[in-house]
């Protein structure tokens, strides 16, 4: 309950790696030196949202203090069930309306635009309730959805080879069946027997399918993003074995019929006078369907490629941009801090000793802190005020993501400096508040002037700030967008409770990582780390999710060009079977070799 007593859930992973397992009966575990009572464990494969591992009651109202647990993270979204009877689009157009009365009821400097109006203007574009489904699916829907197409047109070319084996099949058999037609079986019975037959087959494909589909299921995770992994985790279930018996009996029955119809649809007599193999068993009906379906099968396999070819291309391009900053040779990890626990000034002492340890490690060439990491955190955007701008561009006012870095971070991440100067020790607390700015920011904000030496204000701080330096754009959301304008503060002069260390060095990369979290240890020994990885592992994790829809569309177009030529050849083969009594009596005339394959 909110604000009730300390208490805290765990999850089914967090129990077994750190606990064993071990009955949490009247288990106490600390949380920030907070001690909080166990009262729970979650199911396995539980983890909503974001992968997490324990869950605590929300505190009322949310601050930083009262939500010590959580140190510096607090909650920005509300999951909420609807009403019996009521809509999303109901739901939205009043939460429309409390943000409307909220925005009004604000009080705001003139011509000046806060984070709440940028927030509201994100709202009204994105709705202000959206289904859950849809956010945790994100822009990996449209992923999925190619995916299934592509498994779709896959199941269509195996379904049209199966069909095209199955017709040839029927045709070396109509002799067969036109004798025991004639000896009294009806056509109804041959009919099921060949259904049987084909449906048999369809069945025995997709068990062989679901038993190596459990060995793909890693590659797919790597697709899903973590928030639906951790209520929806990719496996094979009844749904999936009903889903699959069923589709195919539909396809062995669907693709089996033609075949079927089509070998018993002579008369039994006039087959049996014509010898079975021959005449009318190599009809000109049953050679058009079998080349109509192998045209069919090459379509579809040609439509898989060119799309596996365009996502190639795609691929090859997002990860060809410019990002700004440079990933080789460099590793990152989080630190965080207890808010209300540890002041200001020993956050600023902690984070100081970390980076001078880091940096005292032979091997590392550069190493500094940033409170939001390119590519994996999700920054604040704040209202920048232009002082001395013209009255009609106040309202239109750039935002900027709000960054509050040390003097090491650009050299460690390898951001260039465009103009100006970096941070320096003589920027601190009692030093007059200065920033650096982006490219991008600096052309909004000051276009066709230099804006170095020039004052802006971040909204609801009455302080100016003076730009001294214009560093590179860095990609800070995702490699397909633009990047946002970026605004940097001294460390020093904003120390933030939470961090991500970053060094660039010689080192090869488990060692870099290693003494990283050693240099932290050393300092705190109690200090926990978290997100311990490379730069090029944070990109990656961007790229991944597209890297293997890629990947899976283009072995899907593989195997439909495999299958495809499968599908040639068999009809070919069948040609040449068919005509074999042809090719030698032209032999025997003094035809050559490459006279028959002419």
């Not at 109202?61 to 920005?76: D, M, Q, Y």
């Not at 069923?246 to 049996?272: C, D, H, N, Y």
């Not at 000051?446 to 204000?457: A, L, S, Y």
Request: positive net charge; proline residues 6%; aromatic residues 6%.
């Amino acid at each position: 309950a909110p604000n009730g007593p300390a208490a805290v859930i765990l999850s089914y992973g967090l129990w077994q790696r750190r606990f064993g397992g071990r009955d949490m009966g009247n288990r106490t575990i600390l949380l920030n030196s907070r001690p909080y009572a166990v009262v729970g464990v979650m199911p396995q494969g539980f983890s909503f949202p974001d992968e997490s591992d324990l869950w605590i009651p929300m505190s009322v109202p949310i601050t930083g203090r009262t939500f010590v647990a959580f140190r510096s993270f607090l909650p920005e979204h509300i999951i909420a069930r609807l009403a019996l009877g009521s809509s999303v689009g109901a739901a939205a157009r009043q939460l429309q309306l409390r943000w409307d009365q909220a925005s009004a009821a604000q009080i705001r400097q003139p011509d000046h635009r806060t984070s709440l109006d940028f927030r509201i203007d994100d709202i009204r574009q994105r709705g202000a309730a959206v289904p859950l489904q849809q956010e945790l699916g994100g822009d990996r829907r449209s992923a999925l959805i190619i995916l299934l197409g592509a498994t779709g047109l896959v199941m269509l070319i195996v379904s049209a080879n199966v069909a095209n084996l199955l017709l040839v099949q029927a045709t070396s058999r109509r002799r067969e069946l036109a004798v025991r037609e004639a000896l009294g079986a009806s056509r109804g019975r041959l009919v099921r027997q060949l259904l049987t037959e084909s449906t048999a087959l369809a069945i025995v494909g997709p068990a062989c399918g679901l038993a190596i589909a459990h060995l793909a299921l890693q590659l797919l995770g790597a697709l899903m993003p973590a928030q639906l992994a951790g209520i929806a985790p990719a496996r094979i279930d009844l749904r999936v074995w009903c889903f699959t018996v069923t589709l195919a009996v539909l396809t062995g029955i669907g693709f089996g019929l033609w075949p079927a119809f089509a070998a018993t649809r002579s008369p039994p007599g006039e087959i049996i006078k014509s010898g079975g193999g021959h005449g009318l068993t190599h009809g000109r009906a049953a050679g058009t369907a079998r080349r109509v379906l192998v045209a069919a099968e090459l379509a579809l396999a040609l439509m898989l490629l060119v799309g596996a070819g365009l996502m190639l291309k795609s691929l090859r391009t997002l990860t060809g941009k410019e990002l700004g900053m440079e990933t080789e040779d460099a590793g990152t990890l989080r630190v965080t801090f207890p808010q209300s626990a540890m002041s200001i000034a020993l956050r600023e002492q902690r984070i100081e000793e970390i980076l001078a340890r880091i940096i005292a490690i032979p091997g590392i060439a550069a190493a500094g802190a940033v409170n939001d990491l390119p590519l994996a955190d999700n920054g604040l955007l704040f209202g920048l005020s232009i002082d001395g701008a013209a009255a009609d561009q106040h309202h239109d006012s750039p935002s900027a993501h709000y960054l509050v870095a040390s003097d090491g971070y650009f050299p460690a991440l390898g951001i260039a400096l465009r103009r100006g100067r970096l941070f320096s020790a003589a920027d601190d607390s009692v030093a007059p508040h200065v920033a650096i700015v982006s490219a991008s920011l600096a052309r909004k904000g000051w276009p066709g002037t230099d804006p170095i030496g020039r004052t802006f204000r971040l909204e609801r701080d009455p302080d100016p700030m003076t730009v001294v330096g214009v560093v590179a754009d860095v990609r800070d959301e995702a490699l397909d967008r633009d990047p946002l304008p970026q605004v940097y503060v001294p460390m020093r002069q904003a120390t933030p409770s939470t961090v991500a260390i970053v060094a660039r060095g010689s080192l090869p990369a488990a060692s870099l990582l290693t003494a990283l979290g050693d240099a932290v240890r050393a300092v705190d020994p109690t200090q926990a780390i978290s997100d311990l990885r490379t730069m090029r592992e944070v990109v990656s994790g961007v790229v991944a999710p597209r890297r293997t829809s890629t990947v899976l569309i283009a072995i899907f177009a593989a195997l439909a060009l495999m299958l495809s030529v499968f599908g040639v050849y068999s009809i070919v083969a069948f040609s040449v079977e068919q005509r074999a009594r042809e090719c030698a009596i032209r032999t025997a005339l003094g035809a050559s070799g490459r006279d028959l394959v002419a």
